[in-house]
C-alpha cells in the first residue's frame, strides 16, 4: 500500500467507470483531490504492478470523512477492503480526529457489512440522497480512540 501519484488517474478513471457507472468522479474531481493535499490523504494498493485498489480521507478537524473506496472486482473477497479501510482509520487517528464518518448507498449490502464489522455506526438516513434511482444514503460513524474531544 502506498500514497496515491497523479500518473494513477488513469488506472483510476477505468476503474471508477467500472465500479461507480452512475457517479464516476472525472479527472479534475481526482487532480483537485491531489491539489487539496494534505487535508485530502489517498492510499492505493497495488498487485503485480496494477492499482487494485483506493482509498481517500478528508482530514483536518474533529470529524475525519471518507472520500471514496474501492476495491477491482477481480481483487475483491481478498481482505483488500478492510486494509483499505483501517489505513484510512489510522490515518484519521494519527491527525487526532474523534470521529470517522461516511456515507453509503443502502443498497451497498458488501460495503455496509465492511463498515458494520470494523465497527461503525448508523449515525443518520439520507432519504432518497443518491440520485438517480432514490436510494438511501446511510451516514456512519466510528468513534476513534485518542481524539480531540
Ligand atoms: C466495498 C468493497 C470496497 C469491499 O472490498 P473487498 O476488498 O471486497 O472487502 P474485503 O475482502 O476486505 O472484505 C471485508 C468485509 O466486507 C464484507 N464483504 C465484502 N464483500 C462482501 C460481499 N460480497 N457480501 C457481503 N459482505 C461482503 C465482509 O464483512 C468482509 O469481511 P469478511 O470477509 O470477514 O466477512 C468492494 O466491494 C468495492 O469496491 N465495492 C464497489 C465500490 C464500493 O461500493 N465502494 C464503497 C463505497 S461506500
Known amino acids: 500500500m502506498?500514497?496515491?501519484?497523479?500518473?494513477?488517474?488513469?488506472?483510476?478513471?477505468?476503474?471508477?467507470?467500472?465500479?461507480?457507472?452512475?457517479?464516476?468522479?472525472?479527472?479534475?474531481?481526482w487532480w483537485a483531490e491531489l491539489a487539496g493535499r494534505p487535508r485530502r490523504s489517498y492510499v492505493v494498493q497495488e498487485q503485480d504492478g496494477r492499482v487494485v485498489?483506493?482509498?481517500?480521507?478528508?482530514?483536518?478537524?474533529?470529524?475525519a470523512d471518507v472520500m471514496t473506496m474501492a476495491v477491482a472486482p477481480s481483487a475483491q473477497a481478498q481482505g483488500l477492503g478492510r486494509r483499505l479501510l483501517d489505513e484510512l482509520v489510522a490515518r484519521a487517528q494519527a491527525d487526532h480526529a474523534a470521529y470517522l464518518i461516511l456515507e453509503v448507498r443502502e443498497d451497498n449490502a458488501p460495503a455496509r457489512k465492511l463498515y458494520d464489522t470494523r465497527g461503525f455506526e448508523l449515525l443518520t438516513v439520507r432519504r432518497r440522497y443518491y440520485q438517480p434511482g432514490d436510494?438511501?444514503?446511510?451516514?456512519?460513524?466510528?468513534t476513534l480512540a485518542g481524539g480531540a474531544s
Open 2 to 29: 502506498r500514497d496515491l501519484h497523479w500518473t494513477d488517474l488513469p488506472e483510476l478513471a477505468a476503474l471508477e467507470a467500472e465500479l461507480f457507472p452512475d457517479d464516476a468522479w472525472a479527472p479534475e474531481t
Open 53 to 63: 485498489g483506493y482509498a481517500g480521507v478528508d482530514l483536518g478537524g474533529e470529524v
Open 135 to 142: 436510494v438511501d444514503a446511510h451516514v456512519m460513524r466510528l
